[in-house]
Protein backbone atom coordinates (compact mmCIF):
# COMPACT_ATOMS: atom_id res chain seq x y z
CA UNK A 1 0.00 0.00 0.00
CA UNK A 2 1.00 3.75 -0.41
CA UNK A 3 0.52 6.20 2.44
CA UNK A 4 -0.85 9.54 2.01
CA UNK A 5 -1.03 12.90 3.46
CA UNK A 6 -3.14 15.64 2.23
CA UNK A 7 -2.91 19.09 2.83
CA UNK A 8 -3.79 22.85 1.22
CA UNK A 9 -7.33 22.92 2.41
CA UNK A 10 -9.11 26.29 4.04
CA UNK A 11 -11.38 28.60 4.17
CA UNK A 12 -11.99 30.62 1.02
CA UNK A 13 -15.19 32.61 -0.93
CA UNK A 14 -17.18 31.79 -3.61
CA UNK A 15 -15.71 32.28 -6.54
CA UNK A 16 -12.56 31.82 -5.20
CA UNK A 17 -10.08 28.98 -5.52
CA UNK A 18 -7.59 26.51 -3.35
CA UNK A 19 -4.95 23.86 -4.59
CA UNK A 20 -5.20 20.71 -2.66
CA UNK A 21 -1.78 18.41 -2.84
CA UNK A 22 -1.19 14.85 -1.94
CA UNK A 23 1.81 13.53 -0.82
CA UNK A 24 2.41 9.98 -0.97
CA UNK A 25 5.25 7.56 0.17
CA UNK A 26 5.45 3.82 0.59
CA UNK A 27 5.42 1.57 -2.90
CA UNK A 28 6.35 3.30 -6.20
CA UNK A 29 3.69 5.87 -6.57
CA UNK A 30 3.78 6.28 -10.54
CA UNK A 31 1.98 2.80 -10.40
CA UNK A 32 -0.80 3.71 -8.82
CA UNK A 33 -4.17 5.48 -10.77
CA UNK A 34 -4.82 8.62 -7.77
CA UNK A 35 -8.14 9.80 -7.20
CA UNK A 36 -9.50 12.13 -5.35
CA UNK A 37 -13.22 12.32 -3.00
CA UNK A 38 -14.88 14.54 -1.11
CA UNK A 39 -17.54 13.85 1.81
CA UNK A 40 -20.29 16.93 2.81
CA UNK A 41 -21.68 17.17 6.20
CA UNK A 42 -24.65 14.27 5.95
CA UNK A 43 -23.92 13.01 2.97
CA UNK A 44 -21.38 10.00 1.06
CA UNK A 45 -18.36 10.26 0.03
CA UNK A 46 -18.48 11.07 -3.75
CA UNK A 47 -15.95 10.48 -6.23
CA UNK A 48 -14.73 14.19 -7.45
CA UNK A 49 -11.71 13.35 -10.14
CA UNK A 50 -8.91 10.35 -11.47
CA UNK A 51 -5.88 10.60 -13.13
CA UNK A 52 -4.02 7.78 -14.71
CA UNK A 53 -0.58 6.71 -13.44
CA UNK A 54 1.10 8.25 -16.30
CA UNK A 55 -1.17 11.61 -15.78
CA UNK A 56 -2.21 10.76 -19.62
CA UNK A 57 -5.84 10.23 -18.55
CA UNK A 58 -8.38 12.17 -16.25
CA UNK A 59 -11.96 11.97 -15.55
CA UNK A 60 -14.21 14.67 -13.55
CA UNK A 61 -17.96 14.23 -11.94
CA UNK A 62 -19.66 16.62 -13.97
CA UNK A 63 -20.42 18.86 -11.13
CA UNK A 64 -16.68 19.93 -11.09
CA UNK A 65 -16.25 19.80 -15.00
CA UNK A 66 -14.20 23.03 -16.28
CA UNK A 67 -13.24 24.32 -12.33
CA UNK A 68 -10.96 21.75 -11.44
CA UNK A 69 -8.01 20.06 -12.41
CA UNK A 70 -6.19 16.76 -11.10
CA UNK A 71 -2.46 16.38 -12.26
CA UNK A 72 0.16 14.43 -11.02
CA UNK A 73 3.85 15.02 -10.46
CA UNK A 74 5.84 11.60 -10.20
CA UNK A 75 9.28 13.21 -9.34
CA UNK A 76 7.81 14.53 -6.09
CA UNK A 77 5.16 11.89 -5.23
CA UNK A 78 2.42 13.99 -5.52
CA UNK A 79 -0.89 14.36 -6.97
CA UNK A 80 -2.83 17.84 -6.91
CA UNK A 81 -6.60 18.94 -7.30
CA UNK A 82 -7.01 22.64 -8.55
CA UNK A 83 -9.92 23.94 -7.91
CA UNK A 84 -11.00 27.20 -9.25
CA UNK A 85 -14.50 29.18 -8.78
CA UNK A 86 -15.62 27.43 -5.85
CA UNK A 87 -19.11 27.37 -5.27
CA UNK A 88 -20.49 26.88 -0.91
CA UNK A 89 -21.79 23.59 -2.61
CA UNK A 90 -17.75 21.99 -3.09
CA UNK A 91 -17.74 22.10 0.92
CA UNK A 92 -16.65 18.78 1.83
CA UNK A 93 -13.55 17.12 3.57
CA UNK A 94 -11.55 16.03 0.89
CA UNK A 95 -9.38 12.96 0.47
CA UNK A 96 -7.36 11.45 -1.60
CA UNK A 97 -6.90 7.94 -2.62
CA UNK A 98 -4.99 5.56 -4.65
CA UNK A 99 -5.85 2.43 -6.99
CA UNK A 100 -3.66 -0.27 -8.40
CA UNK A 101 -6.40 0.08 -11.66
CA UNK A 102 -5.60 2.07 -14.59
CA UNK A 103 -8.50 4.56 -13.64
CA UNK A 104 -11.63 4.33 -11.49
CA UNK A 105 -14.36 6.30 -9.96
CA UNK A 106 -16.20 4.12 -8.00
CA UNK A 107 -14.82 3.89 -4.45
CA UNK A 108 -13.91 0.37 -3.49
CA UNK A 109 -11.09 0.44 -6.17
CA UNK A 110 -9.02 2.32 -4.04
CA UNK A 111 -6.82 0.35 -1.21
CA UNK A 112 -5.01 3.48 0.23
CA UNK A 113 -7.13 6.91 2.10
CA UNK A 114 -5.40 9.79 3.42
CA UNK A 115 -7.14 11.32 6.26
CA UNK A 116 -8.56 14.01 4.30
CA UNK A 117 -8.61 18.17 4.01
CA UNK A 118 -11.30 20.24 4.96
CA UNK A 119 -12.40 22.73 2.13
CA UNK A 120 -14.84 25.65 3.13
CA UNK A 121 -16.72 27.83 0.63
CA UNK A 122 -18.34 30.84 2.37
CA UNK A 123 -21.30 32.39 0.48
Known amino acids: QVQLVESGGGLVQAGGSLRLSCAASGRTFSSYAMGWFRQAPGKEREFVAV????????YYVDSVKGRFTISRDNAKNTVYLQMNSLKPEDTAVYYC????????????????WGQGTQVTVSS
Open 51 to 58: ISWSGSST
Open 97 to 112: AATENYYSDYMDDFGS
